[in-house]
T-cell receptor
Framework: DTEVTQTPKHLVMGMTNKKSLKCEQH?????MYWYKQKAKKPPELMFV???????INESVPSRFSPECPNSSLLNLHLHALQPEDSALYLC???????????????FGEGSWLTVV | DQQVKQNSPSLSVQEGRISILNCDYT??????FLWYKKYPAEGPTFLIS?????DKNEDGRFTVFLNKSAKHLSLHIVPSQPGDSAVYFC???????????FGTGTSLTVIP
């Protein structure tokens, strides 16, 4: 089972709203990722959690706040977003972050976010 | 700094023929390579991978070839089917790090 589950699939929010994206995997993976993807562009890395600790933050604005409550769950808290933040937000996981060779990263279906 | 490049943004192939998607990389530390297929508004789906200790890996209609000296890999799909129409991303990683680097994608259209 190579499933990463994301909710909600679609989200429309105003620029003053606070919302959260959720991600869950039960593959025993110890690395979890948030990516942002615009149409016909490659996934753009935002955050990496390794063993439930934030290991990479790719200079993402503070209006995006990740949280890893446990090894299976990953959240992305959204606050005061801008219209240009509208994109597909992808959660992903892989077996082990510090031995990336041989690891395959598996993506969820994504949460399509529209900021109005 | 784009470490993984897909120089063909699009490719059209007749149904039943071979599709060849190319990918180049610059970082000699990369030792694991992956291909993903993506439909609009969906997450990328893992297709096939190859370790740097191999030069070929095959899975059904999909074969990935790796030329380490040229820092080049390719994905062959044969025979191509209309359902293969999607954007294909190659990705690379190094055992010394925990990031995956993606190419810019190639949009494949298989014409019935």
């Amino acid at each position: 089972d190579t499933e990463v589950t994301q909710t909600p699939k679609h989200l429309v929010m105003g620029m003053t709203n606070k919302k959260s994206l959720k991600c869950e995997q039960h593959m025993g993976h110890r690395a979890m990722y948030w990516y942002k993807q615009k149409a016909k562009k490659p996934p753009e890395l935002m955050f990496v959690y390794s063993y439930e600790k934030l290991s990479i933050n790719e200079s993402v604005p503070s209006r995006f706040s990740p949280e890893c409550p446990n090894s299976s769950l990953l959240n992305l808290h959204l606050h005061a977003l801008q219209p240009e933040d509208s994109a597909l937000y992808l959660c992903a996981s892989s077996q082990g972050a510090y031995r990336a060779a041989g690891n395959t990263i598996y993506f969820g279906e994504g949460s399509w976010l529209t900021v109005v | 700094d784009q470490q993984v490049k897909q120089n063909s943004p699009s490719l059209s192939v007749q149904e039943g023929r071979i599709s060849i998607l190319n990918c180049d990389y610059t970082n000699s530390m990369f030792d694991y390579f992956l291909w993903y297929k993506k439909y609009p508004a969906e997450g990328p789906t893992f297709l096939i991978s190859i370790s740097s200790i191999k030069d070929k890996n095959e899975d059904g209609r999909f074969t990935v070839f790796l030329n380490k000296s040229a820092k080049h890999l390719s994905l062959h799909i044969v025979p191509s089917q209309p359902g293969d129409s999607a954007v294909y991303f190659c990705a690379a990683s190094a055992s010394t790090g925990n990031q995956f680097y993606f190419g810019t994608g190639t949009s494949l259209t298989v014409i019935p």
